[in-house]
């Protein structure tokens, strides 16, 4: 257990763990197995207690969740491994603005339990596609949707959490990172893919508890082992590290000394690197889309018992959402002043040597923390903690994913398919992406100057303001049409795809090499942009939807706001497209019979003379 504090004396952490001196003890053995035999006990039960024969079984767990395991399930397929080693490594680099994020949570948690989710039920779809096409009508809203947001699980929650989980596994138990990665996806996909959402929430209820009893504990120790709260704030002010040249690189001291706003979580508007005004105004705009717009967050409360269950689950989780300040960023930042020279390593060779990456180390500020200072046992449980929060994320995403897929897009590949069929189809997609988002990860691991929580929220700012753009409007606003939705998607989508991949390609620089990237396209913080992204958006959305026909109120009801009690019967937008898709079935049929009975040209006659001479 490492207990010298002074920058000059931390550098004895620069190997990571020899694994025999690590997890090789019987305690730590006992918690990982004792861990993963729970887990996979109650998520075989819930297998079989579940209703897993029918979609809505499998996908929604039969609509009969209470609010408790709801709330506890919102909690952790959130608070994924990259918010432990995102938000320390945050936390370690720059101070507590980093919780705000967090935070900004609270308020729109409350918006999903209370507006869009009642509209999502109301409405009687499974998925968020779903319901645009329900919406406006039409299928190429439904489509895009689907296929961006299984991009997004890829880009963003899926390789986030596995390169995150990743790094935690590669320090603890000294294996290959690639096979540790496989092993636990193996043990995560087994009890998804098998037993649906309910496997996914009752397992998460038992993961939540284990993750906020194991990082209490964690913090508690880290607290003790810095000398209380005051000493705590001192100390990271002066967390500097010992070596600051080399590699013939100038490097300024704002590279390696704390930020002098470090314990402010409104920063200054222009120089802040996480700003106010786009934290409260930015954040938010992202939120709406993660919070009200996501399948994976969206699915988890339409398995609700009902409204009074779905309300209860929101404000519990909201309630959590104060938590990773204390659990996840405070002791990132104890990290950087026990650790100092790994943590806050600033010369690209020295950051090699320490982590194995030049882009710095900050990310390993919460693995390193857990193995050097944990005792034997409870060092075991904090590995089951690391691993309950990768997993727990990842079965939401994948049950989510193979949801997304099959309903949305396999469904038109195949009209016909089976229930068994979607089923199957779901499954063999979900392992599909999982080999997709382990190719992702080297990209995470680079971008946004090593800083795993900066590389979620620029992503999030260049793809999401749009979508939340066109859900609030078709929420709150009816004028608001197909056109008018999809030219605003359109319209948003290249934009932003203009600002990530010029920033791609340029790179997102570093205090000791700032980015090339032009000033007109980069200069702005990427929250600032999710905001200008969002109203620009939203303009197109609105002028294009006033340039054409609105949508009679008769294909609204219950679909938007100030409809959404309205008890008169709804004709969707595509029930004369679906009884097209009948009526050419049912003649598909009737074809294949009378070529059976009559032969080809017989049956080609008769129906000849049923439907003219076209």
């Not at 499974?126 to 406006?136: A, D, G, Q, V």
């Not at 037993?195 to 906020?212: E, P, R, W």
């Not at 390593?345 to 882009?359: H, I």
Request: glycine letters at 8%; proline letters at 4%; one cysteine or more.
């Amino acid at each position: 257990m490492a207990t010298t504090l002074s920058p000059s004396t931390t550098s004895r952490t620069e190997e990571p763990p020899v694994v025999s001196e690590r997890i090789r003890n019987a305690a730590d053995i006992s918690v990982i197995v004792i861990y993963f035999t729970v887990v996979l006990a109650v998520g075989l039960w819930a297998m079989l207690r579940s209703n897993r024969g029918t979609v809505g079984g499998f996908f929604l767990a039969g609509r009969d969740m209470a609010w408790w395991p709801m709330g506890a399930s919102l909690f952790a397929s959130n608070i994924g491994s990259n918010h432990f080693v995102g938000l320390a490594g945050t936390g370690a680099a720059s101070g507590i603005a980093i919780a705000g994020v967090e935070w900004n949570a609270l308020l729109v948690v409350l918006l999903l339990g209370w507006v869009f989710v009642p509209i999502y039920i109301k409405a009687g779809v499974m998925t968020m596609p779903e319901y645009l096409r329900k919406r406006f009508g039409g299928k190429r809203l439904q489509i895009y949707l689907s296929v961006l947001s299984l991009f997004i699980m890829v880009a963003i929650h899926i390789s986030s959490n596995i390169f995150s989980g990743a790094i935690f596994i590669q320090l603890a138990l000294g294996l290959n990172l690639y096979l540790a990665v496989f092993i636990l996806l193996a043990i995560t996909a087994f009890y998804t893919v098998a037993g649906g959402l309910a496997s996914v929430i009752y397992t998460d209820s038992l993961q939540t508890f284990i993750m906020l009893v194991g990082s209490l504990i964690l913090m508690g120790f880290a607290f003790a082992e810095v000398g209380g709260y005051e000493s705590f704030t001192e100390k990271y002010m002066n967390a500097i590290p010992s070596i600051v040249e080399g590699d013939n690189l100038t490097i300024s001291p704002r590279c390696y000394t704390p930020q002098p706003d470090s314990f402010h979580i409104f920063r200054d508007p222009v120089t802040g690197d996480i700003p106010w005004p786009a934290l409260m105004f930015g954040m938010t705009i992202l939120s709406i889309r993660y919070w009200c717009a996501d399948q994976v967050i969206v699915q988890l409360c339409l398995s609700g018992k009902n409204m009074s269950h779905v309300k209860a689950a929101c404000i519990m989780c909201g309630y959590l959402k104060l938590l990773p300040m204390f659990l996840m960023v405070m002791p990132g930042m104890i990290s950087r002043i026990l650790y100092t020279d790994k943590v806050a390593c600033v010369v690209p060779s020295e950051c090699e040597k320490q982590c194995g990456t030049a882009a710095g180390c900050t990310n390993y500020a919460y693995p390193t923390m857990v193995l050097e200072l944990m005792p034997d046992g409870l060092r075991g449980l904090m590995l089951s903690v690391m691993v309950a929060s990768l997993m727990s994320s990842l079965t939401s995403i994948f049950n989510s994913a193979s949801t997304l897929f099959t309903m949305d897009l396999y469904t038109k590949i195949r009209k016909k398919a089976s229930e068994r069929e979607l089923m199957i189809a779901g499954r063999i997609f979900g392992i599909i992406l999982i080999v997709i988002s382990i190719l992702w990860v080297p990209l995470v691991q680079s971008s946004q100057n090593g800083q795993l929580f900066h590389y979620i929220s620029s992503f999030a700012s260049y793809i999401g303001p749009p979508l939340s753009a066109v859900f609030t409007l078709a929420i709150f606003f009816k004028r608001v049409n197909e056109q008018g939705a999809f030219w605003g998607l359109m319209f948003g989508l290249v934009v932003g795809l203009i600002r990530m991949i010029t920033e791609f390609v340029y790179g997102t620089g570093s205090c000791l090499a700032p980015s090339n990237c032009p000033k007109i396209i980069c200069g702005v913080h990427y929250m600032y942009f999710a905001i200008i992204l969002f109203f620009v958006s939203i303009i197109v959305t609105l002028g294009v939807s006033f340039l054409t026909e609105p949508i009679p109120d008769v294909h609204l009801y219950r679909l938007c706001w100030s409809l959404w009690n309205n008890t008169e019967e709804r004709i969707d937008l595509d029930a004369e497209e679906e009884t097209q898709e009948e009526v050419d079935g049912a003649l598909e049929m009737i074809l294949s019979n009378l070529v059976d009975v009559l032969g080809g040209h017989a049956a080609y006659s008769v129906v000849c003379r049923i439907q003219g001479p076209s």
